[in-house]
């Protein structure tokens, strides 16, 4: 069966085979097609053979569409994704568009900048992004901007995609151990921080038994805390971006959280709660200040004085997420309860990046194990 979108089919002898139309010269149109070993590589020999009709003065094609076709081969890619990037900054989030801005100006560009997009293909591609020196991260979320503007081409102009594969082996994202804190360093931090509570150490209090995201707490208010029902309510994040006047101005921007899935209610136990709003002011709006989001850059400063304070290695604030997740399962919560109450996709997102057994669990499992051959030895 052919994929949607596209006029290319496995056929029963194994090979693949994309078909396209030309017209005769007694204006019908009829089908050539081209073979491959695969889908990927039939895709990429279909668009090359509509771009060279494309670029004769051939009859088999009319001359609307030869034109039509001649423009956005010959169009510089990086011209193209201005064209895209325009359509982002309409109906994507602003932090979106300047994350992906950057991406251009920064990646993109340099790596593109005299490419039309006709060269665009999934080689030239992956050795241009295997140049970057930069993190797995970056890498991919390059090459996620530049197959999103080939799918902008295909959309607006009926340029054909070509197979972009996501990752080569240069590609390839390794799953890092990330680091969580251990059990003396947690407990250090939470006698650290009960002792003379005020907001700012309550908001890191609060990140370590909820897994909340920095810039969720930062922009957290009273009104997100129902304490009646005893949730707490994730509407939105708050991040430091370049203004719309400009890279050298920078505004705290308000928006909803990270992903649709990130916008969650999280239950909170009556202790946590009670202890909570003992520090709500007449008049605060905002959990960490009054009556406005708190700086993030601010907040994980404070985080890394409280560290220092008490000699505990200087984390990053995301460290507490990570704990959070590995003391819930420690503890014996299921993966999909845990992968709702951070706010993730899927389980496998949760799994893969924030489930870390820490040395005492699998010390925990293997002594157990050792336990149940014990008494088969002791029945030999």
């Known amino acids: 069966m052919p994929r949607r979108g596209d006029n290319i089919r496995k056929r029963t002898d194994g090979r ?54 001649l423009q956005v081969c010959d169009a510089n890619f990086c011209t193209l994704m201005e064209e895209w990037l325009e359509e982002v900054s309409q109906y994507r989030k602003y932090s979106t568009y300047i994350k992906y801005k950057k991406l251009c100006i920064r990646h993109i560009q340099p790596l593109f900048s005299s490419d039309k997009l006709s060269r665009m293909s999934n080689s030239r591609i992956q050795a241009q992004l295997a140049t970057l020196e930069v993190s797995d991260s970056t890498r991919q979320s390059v090459l996620a901007a530049v197959k999103q503007t080939l799918r902008y081409a295909e959309k607006q102009y009926g340029y054909p995609m070509p197979a972009i594969t996501n990752c080569n082996s240069s590609l390839q994202k390794k799953v890092s151990s990330i680091e969580i804190m251990n059990r003396t360093e947690q407990a250090k931090l939470i006698q650290f ?138 503890s014996g919560m299921d993966v999909k309860c845990l992968s709702e109450i951070l706010g993730h996709s899927n389980v496998q997102i949760t799994l893969n990046r924030y489930v870390h057994p820490s040395m005492d669990t699998k010390r925990k499992y293997l002594n157990a194990l050792s336990a149940d051959y014990g008494q088969f030895c002791g029945q030999i």
């Open 193 to 330: 921080l009960y002792n003379n509570m005020n907001n700012s150490k309550a908001g890191i209090y609060l990140c370590l038994f909820t897994g909340l995201r920095l810039g969720e707490i930062c922009s957290l208010k009273w009104a997100d805390i129902d304490q009646e029902s005893g949730l707490l309510h994730v509407n939105r994040t708050v991040q430091r971006i370049e203004s719309k006047e400009g890279p050298a101005k920078t505004t705290l921007l308000e928006t909803p959280p990270k992903s649709v899935f990130s916008k969650r209610d999280i239950p909170i136990s009556d202790t946590l709660l009670s202890m909570l709003t003992e520090f709500r002011q007449e008049g605060q709006e905002y959990f960490l200040q009054k009556n406005k989001p708190m700086e993030p850059r601010t907040y994980q400063n404070h985080f890394k004085k409280y560290l220092e304070e008490i000699n505990v290695p200087n984390y990053n604030f995301h460290i507490l997420r990570h704990t959070f997740a590995t003391n819930c399962i420690d």
């Open 16 to 69: 693949w085979e994309g078909r396209y139309a030309v017209m005769s010269a007694e204006g019908e149109k009829r089908y050539l097609s081209v073979y491959g070993k695969t889908y990927s590589e039939v895709k990429e020999k279909l668009a090359a053979r509509i771009y060279v009709l494309s670029r004769t003065d051939s009859p088999n094609l009319p001359a609307a569409q030869i034109s039509g076709r």
